[in-house]
């Protein structure tokens, strides 16, 4: 398995475009998680799936963002109505749950709404 | 009030000697975890150690050791004999049941630990 991969790496655009991110998680890996690192902080939580059911999501998230996992393999996470405070770099990860403390992350896609 | 606390912005040290990176945690649940990730400047999280709040011993992986104090709620990463590939951002975070088996993972502010040679 070649890990957690992410597309795009880089995204650019304008304010009030709508923007699609994918994650493939590592193939076993039950649990998937979609984070947002800005400059000098921590990875903040966004959500998470058990297979394709969104257990959890953070109440800092607004209604423009949706994560979908249709059939328990990947992932996409859609912004609507992007806004300059949305450009970020955003994490996956994946992991089994019963070691969901050990996550394995993506490269990371860095959105930059301008 | 924050959830993690890393005091630390920044820490040097020298190639081979240990170094402490400090973290402490505010939670009222009586079963959570603690643990570390590491984010080299390629940018990727790597997994470092974890710590049950009721595991008893402190736990180790090869160089990193936790050290878990309960009743100061600080679970500090020790790593010892520095390498220069330890040179990178250090993350703690910790997770709190929301129950039904789902929780919530909370990460610090980071601490940049540079390791001179």
């Known amino acids: 398995d070649t890990g957690v991969s992410q597309d795009p790496r880089h995204k650019i655009t304008k304010r009030g475009q709508n923007v699609t991110f994918r994650c493939d998680p590592i193939s076993e890996h039950n649990r998937l998680y979609w984070y947002r690192q800005t400059l000098g902080q921590g990875p903040e939580f966004l959500t998470y799936f058990q297979n394709e059911a969104q257990l959890e999501k953070s109440r800092l998230l607004s209604d423009r963002f949706s994560a979908e996992r249709p059939k328990g393999s990947f992932s996409t996470l859609e912004i609507q109505r992007t806004e300059q405070g949305d450009s970020a770099m955003y994490l996956c990860?994946?992991?089994?749950?019963?070691?969901?403390?050990?996550?394995?992350f993506g490269p990371g896609t860095r959105l930059t709404v301008t | 009030a924050q959830k993690i606390t890393q005091t630390q912005p920044g820490m040097f040290v020298q190639e081979k000697e240990a170094v402490t990176l400090d973290c402490t945690y505010d939670t009222s649940d009586q079963s959570y975890g603690l643990f570390w990730y590491k984010q080299p400047s390629s940018g990727e999280m790597i997994f470092l150690i974890y710590?049950?709040?009721?595991?008893?011993q402190n736990a180790t992986e090869g160089r990193y050791s936790l050290n878990f104090q309960k009743a100061r709620k600080s679970a500090n990463l020790v790593i010892s004999a520095s390498q220069l590939g330890d040179s990178a951002m250090y993350f703690c975070?910790?997770?709190?049941?929301?129950?039904?088996?789902?929780?919530?993972?909370?990460f610090g502010r980071g601490t940049s630990l540079i390791v001179h040679p």
């Open positions: 710590q049950g709040s009721y595991d008893e």
């Open positions: 990860a994946s992991s089994l749950d019963f070691r969901d403390y050990e996550q394995y």
């Open positions: 975070a910790m997770r709190e049941g929301k129950g039904g088996g789902s929780y919530i993972p909370t």
